[in-house]
């Protein structure tokens, strides 16, 4: 039997082999790390993006408040800005952790949620839950260092406000979509979201630097008077912008959820008030101007008080003789002051507030606006108290409209938050000639240097305004224990730019006020230092050797001999 022997294929080795199957490996590794690589650079380009504009600030162009135009003071202060935030979301079915391994390191960075309910979200199997809305950067960073592919960062832009509390109720805040709830935007929302703007800002009449001068000294003012609330504006009389608006208590627009309800009130235009003998330099011009007094020398019989039906009209600091126009406003007499509205009689007294607008909510851009408390009838007492600011209610900005339309020629103008471009100021209307705005400039500057409003005479200024103290109005009465101090005031009264009012709601006498709860020691000294530090910010420095001309009407003051000059 013959056999055949068949030789078959060599075969490799087993070392060999070892070798391929290493090197296949070695270059499949080297695939993948190269994948990797290229992976982690577009990861970083694309962080780095991110964290450059969270660096900056800057708009984005996603959802939601994609796009929304800054909103900036009339220097280019930015008041409010959309960044981009991320929300913090998880893929319940997606996990690669276990839900007790990932639920206790979700709860220590994010402790709104206990670790219990963390857990149960994580158990639920849920496609998307989101764990926090409009995270910072650096928990942002803290959660996906967790390493769990399961998280979520989606963008989302946020609002921001970087002045914090500053301007608050003029600029407002918006909701979690980006709509404009309240000030400026809800005024501007489809302004502002205005894709033909492409990122451009939009200015406010506001300059933060004065805002912020009147917001300190109203505050320290509030806090060192106990005051239960306070108001400041400073208003261009040429122009009706507002450089200023300050209400207080104030929020923080950032946390709108945080704040006390009463706080998000802006009482210089929702609030109304009885503002007292501010109204008298109105009446006065209203006499002038009507030809009621010719004669500012013409004296009146101020030595006992006026009783008007149920009512007795009476001096608060009597001087017990009879007073010229300059005298009364000087020594702020409600009985000159009702004896001459009296002569004014009910259709030109009503006609001139309505002129200034008393009527109708305060004229400026915002939605949150008072109604004015208007008297129902006009009869013979309510004219004669209406003069001092008695039966009638307004706004603190209704009153910077009105003092701005009697120094500054005669023309009323409605109030702005727009920044104005030169030569683009609405027209206004006529209330009082020009003659008599000069008039009572005058006059305003008399009450400074030699009346109730002294303290607010601030060197170099040439500062004019009037006091106005008046029982605050509650419950259908008037609390005597309570008041309403206000001082209007306006400088430089040679050329007159700037109206500056500052109130205070219900003070208490304090040491720095000598226990006096009144305009004269309360509001006009904030309105003394707001001049003394914005002044030079708007371009008006002190000049000691410029005085108002005030030559025609100062000799009119009575003066006793040891005081005379």
């Known amino acids: 039997m013959t056999s055949a022997v068949v030789r078959p294929h060599s075969l490799p080795k087993a070392d060999q082999r070892r070798d391929d199957i290493v090197t296949a490996h070695q270059r499949l590794m080297s695939i993948l790390l190269m994948a990797a690589l290229g992976v982690l650079a577009v990861c970083v380009q694309l962080t780095a993006q991110t964290l450059a504009v969270w660096a900056a600030g800057a708009p984005v162009a996603v959802s939601g408040l994609s796009g929304r135009a800054d909103i900036v003071d009339r220097n280019g202060q930015v008041l409010a800005r959309t960044i981009e935030a991320r929300t913090v979301g998880v893929h319940p079915n997606k996990l690669l952790s276990t839900p007790q391994e990932l639920a206790p390191k979700l709860a220590a960075l994010m402790p709104e949620r206990t670790e219990a309910q963390y857990l149960a979200i994580l158990k639920s199997g849920k496609p998307f839950v989101y764990l926090r809305r409009r995270a910072l950067p650096e928990l942002v960073a803290q959660v996906n260092a967790l390493g769990e592919p399961a998280m979520s960062y989606d963008p989302e832009p946020e609002r921001l406000y970087p002045q914090i509390t500053l301007a608050a109720h003029v600029l407002g805040y918006t909701d979690l979509d980006g709509r404009g709830i309240m000030g400026m935007e809800r005024v501007l929302d489809r302004q502002l979201r205005d894709p033909v703007l492409k990122g451009a800002a939009v200015a406010l009449s506001l300059d933060m630097r004065v805002q912020a001068a009147m917001e300190s000294e109203l505050s320290a003012a509030m806090s060192d008077l106990q005051a239960v609330g306070a108001t400041g504006l400073v208003l261009d009389v040429r122009t009706g912008e507002v450089i200023s608006m300050v209400s207080l208590p104030v929020f923080n627009p950032n946390n709108v959820g945080q704040a006390n309800p009463e706080s998000l009130r802006n009482n210089v235009t929702q609030s109304v008030y009885e503002l007292g003998s501010i109204f008298k330099p109105l009446t006065m011009a209203n006499a002038i101007n009507s030809g009621v007094v010719t004669n500012l020398g013409r004296r009146y019989d101020a030595t006992e008080p006026v009783k008007v039906g149920p009512f007795t009209i009476k001096d608060d600091h009597p001087q017990n003789r009879w007073l010229n126009v300059p005298e009364a406003l000087v020594h702020s007499s409600n009985i000159v002051t009702a004896k001459i509205a009296d002569e004014l009689g009910r259709e030109r007294s009503e006609a001139f507030f309505t002129q200034l607008g008393f009527r109708e909510p305060a004229h400026v851009e915002l939605k949150e606006r008072g109604r004015t408390l208007w008297p ?33 020629g005669g023309i009323w103008r409605p109030a702005t938050l727009m920044k104005v471009e030169k030569g683009k100021a609405a027209q206004g209307r006529r209330v009082i000639s020009a003659a008599t705005s000069a008039t009572m400039s005058k006059m305003l500057r008399l009450i400074v240097t030699d009346g109730t409003g002294r303290i607010a005479n601030v060197p170099g200024y040439r500062v004019g305004g009037k006091t106005g103290t008046a029982e605050k109005s509650e419950g259908g009465g008037y609390n005597k224990h309570a008041n309403v101090s206000t001082f209007v005031g306006v400088f430089p ?12 709601d219900s003070p208490k006498g304090s040491a720095t006020s000598f226990g006096q709860t009144t305009a004269a020691y309360t509001a006009a000294p904030v309105v003394a230092k707001v001049i003394a530090r914005t002044g030079p910010m708007l371009g008006i420095y002190p000049d000691q050797s410029i005085e108002a001309p005030i030559g025609d009407v100062a000799p009119l003051l009575w003066k006793p001999k040891g005081e005379r000059g």
């Open 493 to 504: 009264m040679d050329a007159p730019r700037y109206v500056v009012v500052a109130m205070l």
């Open 376 to 408: 129902e009838s006009w009869g013979r007492a309510t004219t004669m108290t209406a003069a001092y600011g008695h039966g009638i209610a307004v706004s603190p900005l209704h009153l910077a409209s009105a003092y701005a339309a009697i120094v500054n």
